[in-house]
């Protein structure tokens, strides 16, 4: 007769077992779920999509009656919790998910803590003449309904929290269904900063268990006055058209141009470490390069000996039929192909175990040189693969990235000296971020200036988005006063 153990006993005996051999029982692998983390319950998470959205109205009440000093103070308490518990998050993160990597992980949850803006983002216009004067002052929403990606989980809920919280809302999260625990594991440490400021416990909220039809009921919700979706082409699409005012971040496939006038040693370097980071996970990392003939060697070689391994036109032909799984469309029909889930975010090693080659745990990208129609230069792969196409010369470089990038007008990298060069790549790609001559995240602000998020709002405009991008502007008139000069 079959005895179905489930998990918990199966866990039992091999710790009675264990004891027995060792006399020590071994060690407790960390338990999460959507509702809580190592026997610990996670504050603000329900079980309901309806108690999650009364719980952030009753949030967005607290904070509408807080000073701008008091908001600041819970801000930078998510800072400083954010700082120390980064590298549960990021071990938590890569658990769950199994993309990415915990160094990176960790180092992005830093970043989220130093180059979040918080109240300062938010500043009032003003207006004087003849009549008067005229002031216009960013408000918030209300309460904000934010879906968030499995590729950079407790990031986004961290980073949207600090914006959408300096701006004076109330935020309920759906997040990715792949991503709770660590989601939710961010969504709790905020409503404990907020507890530790002396604000409500609750300040933030989300649910235990998201789906579509969870976040189906935060689109319809009446209190919900504004969506802010960062995630894959099919949930952003959901959002926008929801009917409500929505901020969408979505896909993108960012191409890199390498010109002969620029530091080919440096660029073969800034382009593996921008396209490793987290293993390719954050959508503005490079994804295909448009490599000058004349130095493409060059370049291939100061990518190896920053840990690039170049696979043959065989082998990442190879590849392409694991990375890339075809899918039908239930409804139409239609046979399309898809990013392998099982290779998103992976090892660079892992995925070359896949095609029967073996390397050492300095190799971090695999390279190729490949045809402009290959699968690896139009597909978004969001992982340690990168094709490099020759090209002839700049109008060619041009025309091609442009096409490869496909209208998402999302990112874009290039690599030159040359000015004219640099703008005209610029001017025709328009795309939210346009990195020169450094690797891809200096566009997020790590190694570059400027602020950060993990929110890239380029089909609905807001862009880099920041605290001010969850506001609506009010306007208040004074007639006939307050000019002093
Ligand atoms: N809440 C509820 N459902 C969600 C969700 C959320 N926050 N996010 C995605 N889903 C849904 C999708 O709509 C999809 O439903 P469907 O199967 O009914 O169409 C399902 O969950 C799986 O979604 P998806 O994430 O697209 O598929 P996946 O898990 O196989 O793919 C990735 C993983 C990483 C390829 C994909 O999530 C992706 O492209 N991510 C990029 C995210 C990103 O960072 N974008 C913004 C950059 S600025």
């Not at 309806?50 to 998510?78: P, T």
């Not at 005229?134 to 879906?147: K, Y």
């Not at 950079?152 to 269904?177: D, K, L, Q, R, Y």
Request: proline share 4%.
């Amino acid at each position: 007769m079959a005895i179905n153990w489930t998990d918990a006993q199966i866990e039992e005996i091999v710790a009675s077992v264990m004891k027995g051999l060792t006399g020590e029982a071994p060690k407790a692998k960390p338990q999460y779920c959507g509702a809580g983390y190592n026997g610990k319950k996670y504050i603000g998470v329900y079980e309901d999509m309806n108690d999650a959205i009364d719980a952030a109205e009753a949030g967005y009440r607290a904070i509408r009656a807080m000073s701008l000093e008091e908001r600041e103070k819970v801000i930078n308490i998510i800072r400083d919790l954010c700082r120390k518990e980064a590298p549960t998050m990021a071990s938590l993160g890569v658990d769950e998910t199994k993309m990415g990597r915990v160094d990176h992980k960790t180092a992005k949850h830093i970043l989220v803590a130093d180059k979040t803006p918080g109240t300062s983002d938010i500043v009032a216009d003003v207006k004087t003449g003849d009549y008067g004067l005229t002031l216009t002052e960013m408000a918030p929403f209300g309460v904000v309904g934010s879906i968030t990606p499995s590729t950079n989980p407790s990031e986004t809920v961290i980073c949207n929290s600090i914006g959408m919280i300096a701006a004076g809302n109330g935020v309920v999260f759906n997040p990715h269904p792949n991503a709770i625990a660590t989601s939710n594991y961010a969504v709790d440490l905020i409503n404990r900063a907020s507890a530790m400021a002396g604000g409500p416990s609750v300040l933030v909220s989300s649910v235990v268990k998201p789906t579509l039809d969870t976040a189906s009921i935060m689109y319809k919700d009446p209190r919900i006055r504004l969506l802010v979706c960062t995630g894959g082409p099919g949930v952003v699409k959901s959002v926008l058209s929801s009917g409500k005012k929505a901020i969408g971040a979505g896909a993108g496939n960012p191409p890199v141009i390498v010109d002969d006038t620029a530091d080919i040693k440096k660029a073969g370097k800034d382009i593996i470490d921008g396209c490793t980071f987290d293993n390719n996970l954050p959508c503005i990392a490079e994804k295909e390069v448009f490599a000058f003939a004349n130095i493409a060697d060059e370049l291939i070689d100061a990518m190896k000996a920053n840990g690039a391994y170049l696979i043959s036109s065989q082998d990442a032909d190879k590849l392409a039929k694991i990375v890339l799984v075809e899918k039908t469309n239930p409804k139409t029909g239609i046979k399309s192909k898809i990013v392998n889930r099982d290779c998103v975010g992976r090892d660079a090693k892992v995925l070359l175990e896949k095609i029967g080659i073996y390397v050492g745990n300095d190799i971090r990208c695999i390279i190729c040189e490949t045809s402009f129609e290959h699968e690896f230069v139009q597909e978004e792969l969001m992982m340690p693969i990168l094709p490099i196409v020759r090209v002839k010369n700049i109008d060619e470089a041009i025309s091609l990235a442009v096409k490869a990038e496909h209208g998402n007008r999302h990112t874009a990298h290039m690599h030159s000296k040359n000015i004219d060069n640099l703008t005209r790549f610029a001017r025709a790609v328009e795309t939210t971020i346009f990195v020169k001559n450094a690797p891809s995240y200096a566009g997020i602000g790590f190694g570059g200036e400027g602020h950060t998020t993990f929110t890239i709002a380029g089909p609905t405009g807001e862009g880099i988005t920041s605290a001010r991008s969850f506001t609506r502007k009010r306007r208040c008139v004074l007639s006939e006063s307050f000019r002093i000069i």
